[in-house]
């Protein structure tokens, strides 16, 4: 079945950047708009980015000019690349993507999430 993957997180110095990746795979038809988002301890899940198949962007106020978000449509993958990292930015990241998936009875859309990566920022 469909799944997304998230990878890069790691232990970070704050104002040290990060990379993170999120691939997508099994039965997939298309995707389409696709987003990071991330919760940290005590706090509910946020949106962080998000991009459409086409590759118009959205951030929160809290990441804009320093994190960008971008995809390979051809890969089937997304990434979100994070500069000047804070404390503040310390989550587990979440990819999330809408995948029209192929079926024994055609395609149907999902909206699917991955496992998560955790990004620790120390000072």
């Known amino acids: 079945q469909v799944r997304l993957v998230e990878s890069g997180g790691t232990l970070v110095q704050a104002g040290g950047s990060l990379r993170l990746s999120c691939a997508a795979s099994?039965?997939?038809?298309?995707?389409?708009?696709m987003g990071w988002y991330r919760q940290a301890p005590g706090k509910e899940r946020e949106l962080v980015a998000t991009?459409?198949?086409?590759?118009?962007?959205n951030y929160a106020d809290s990441v804009k000019g320093r994190f960008t978000i971008s995809r390979d449509n051809a890969k089937n993958s997304m990434y979100l690349q994070m500069n000047s990292l804070k404390p503040e930015d310390t989550a587990v990241y979440y990819c999330?993507?809408?995948?029209?998936?192929?079926?024994?009875?055609?395609?149907?859309?999902?909206?699917?999430w991955g496992q998560g990566t955790l990004v620790t920022v120390s000072s």
């Open positions: 991009i459409t198949s086409g590759g118009s962007t």
């Open positions: 099994g039965g997939i038809f298309s995707i389409n708009a």
């Open positions: 999330n993507a809408g995948i029209r998936t192929i079926t024994s009875m055609g395609t149907r859309y999902l909206e699917v």
